[in-house]
């Protein structure tokens, strides 16, 4: 489903399950949506992407086709999940998936690339390029990324700030 004509800008599309698509997005053929996801305006899912329930993708992410994400996965304002190791394969067999299990966060302006599986409740800080897995738990950050602190430090510093 192509969400692009110049009436669709600014406006809300119900998805069905709950979920809502911003205008103008793009949706690729045979995306599995969850319940209750949300997906911003300029993102583009790429076909046969699989997202979870309660899946956020902010306004000019990129998630490529075959991605897996989990439930309750957030993707930053452009964040770029990619697939294609030696692009453009134009070879669908040479895909590799990025996998984002449940709860991680994408921030804003990362990149993660192909075959990178993100951990469940891992964080891949904004602006950060994951070149390897990240395990369940952990922050990371930089370019490329690395350790910077568990998930618990992460949020104690986050309740810190409020």
Same mark, same amino acid.
């Given at each position: 489903?192509?969400?692009?004509?110049?009436?669709?800008?600014?406006?809300?599309?119900?998805?069905?399950?709950?979920?809502?698509?911003?205008?103008?997005?793009?949706?690729?053929?045979?995306?599995q949506l969850g319940e209750g996801c949300s997906i911003g305006a300029l993102a583009h899912v790429g076909s046969e992407a699989k997202l979870g329930n309660r899946v956020r993708i902010q306004g000019g992410a990129y998630v490529a086709s075959i991605?897996?994400?989990?439930?309750? @996965?957030? &993707? *930053?304002? +452009? %964040?770029t999940l990619l697939n294609d190791r030696h692009p453009p394969s134009r070879d669908k067999r040479k895909w590799i998936p990025v996998i984002v299990e449940n709860n991680?966060?994408?921030?804003?302006?990362?990149?993660i690339l192909p075959g @990178?599986? &993100? *951990?469940? +409740? %891992?964080?891949?800080?904004?602006?950060?390029?994951?070149?390897?897995?990240?395990?369940?738990?952990?922050?990371?950050?930089?370019?490329?990324?690395?350790?910077m602190m568990t998930r618990h430090e992460y949020e104690a510093k986050r309740i810190e700030i409020d």
């Open positions: 489903m192509s969400l692009s004509n110049d009436n669709l800008n600014g406006v809300r599309h119900d998805l069905g399950n709950n979920s809502v698509a911003w205008g103008p997005c793009h949706l690729g053929s045979e995306v991605c897996i994400l989990g439930d309750d @996965v957030f &993707i *930053g304002p +452009n %964040a991680a966060v994408i921030g804003g302006g990362a990149t @990178v599986s &993100i *951990g469940e +409740n %891992a964080v891949v800080a904004a602006g950060s390029v994951a070149t390897k897995d990240i395990p369940a738990n952990e922050v990371w950050a930089g370019n490329p990324a690395r350790f």
